[in-house]
């Protein structure tokens, strides 16, 4: 069950590593994260099956900050050990945000008229003006959305069948192949899991 779980860590690793360019790889980071990612998961298994055996997370507050500190632990590894260049959807809502940061507006860009479009650079925007204009924040602003979800997702759960199938099921979201979307600022993954 540890292999299996360090081969996930790897395989996400590997994921990852295919979306970052040429050009900003660097190979002992990488290798750095897939075997980060394994320990983690071996040790969320260890620590999943000797509390399940001895009752450990009989407190929920207990089971909620687990959530929250592996959430959080794992992506901001992540944020800080690869960096991504904004482009394309990133690079517009980055822009947005900056501008609505500033007071500007739009920025004098043409931009779609989708909703979307002005909701979520608007929230960064209000983040950018209290931090600062730069991409690592509205990748923090990211990993809180994650680490929310992933509570909700146990108390969904929890409220469907018990507090093991919500705690399995947040565990399971946290570390599926979404996690590599913790790197960019996609308006509709932050729709689609909050």
Same mark, same amino acid.
């Given at each position: 069950? +540890?292999?299996?779980?360090?081969?996930? !860590? @790897?395989?996400? !690793?590997?994921?990852?590593?295919?979306?970052?360019?040429?050009?900003?790889?660097?190979?002992?980071?990488?290798?750095?994260?897939?075997?980060?990612?394994?320990?983690?998961?071996? !040790?969320?298994?260890?620590?999943?099956?000797?509390?399940?055996?001895?009752?450990?997370?009989?407190?929920?507050?207990?089971?909620?900050?687990? @959530?929250?500190?592996?959430?959080?632990?794992?992506?901001?590894?992540?944020?800080?050990?690869?960096?991504?260049?904004?482009?394309?959807?990133?690079?517009?809502?980055?822009?947005?945000?900056?501008?609505?940061?500033?007071?500007?507006?739009?920025?004098?860009?043409?931009?779609?008229?989708?909703?979307?479009?002005?909701?979520?650079?608007?929230?960064?925007?209000?983040? +950018?003006?209290?931090?600062?204009?730069?991409?690592?924040?509205?990748?923090?602003?990211? @990993?809180?959305?994650?680490?929310?979800?992933?509570?909700? @997702? +146990?108390?969904?759960?929890?409220?469907?069948?018990?507090?093991?199938?919500?705690?399995?099921?947040?565990?399971?979201?946290?570390? !599926?192949?979404?996690?590599?979307?913790?790197?960019?600022?996609?308006?509709?993954?932050? +729709?689609?899991?909050?």
């Amino acid at each position: 069950m +540890y292999l299996l779980s360090f081969n996930c !860590g @790897i395989y996400f !690793g590997f994921r990852l590593s295919t979306i970052v360019s040429e050009s900003s790889r660097n190979k002992v980071l990488v290798v750095l994260f897939l075997v980060t990612a394994g320990v983690v998961g071996c !040790g969320a298994l260890w620590f999943v099956k000797k509390a399940l055996n001895l009752h450990i997370l009989n407190n929920e507050g207990l089971r909620v900050l687990f @959530i929250v500190l592996m959430s959080l632990i794992t992506r901001l590894v992540l944020i800080n050990i690869v960096d991504i260049t904004p482009n394309s959807d990133f690079e517009l809502y980055h822009t947005l945000a900056q501008a609505f940061s500033k007071g500007e507006g739009a920025g004098g860009k043409y931009v779609a008229l989708f909703p979307h479009t002005f909701g979520y650079p608007f929230i960064l925007g209000m983040v +950018y003006r209290v931090f600062s204009p730069d991409k690592y924040f509205a990748l923090l602003l990211n @990993i809180l959305f994650e680490a929310v979800t992933g509570i909700l @997702i +146990y108390f969904l759960g929890k409220m469907i069948s018990n507090w093991k199938v919500g705690f399995f099921a947040a565990i399971i979201w946290l570390y !599926g192949p979404l996690m590599c979307f913790t790197l960019q600022l996609f308006v509709q993954s932050r +729709y689609t899991h909050c």
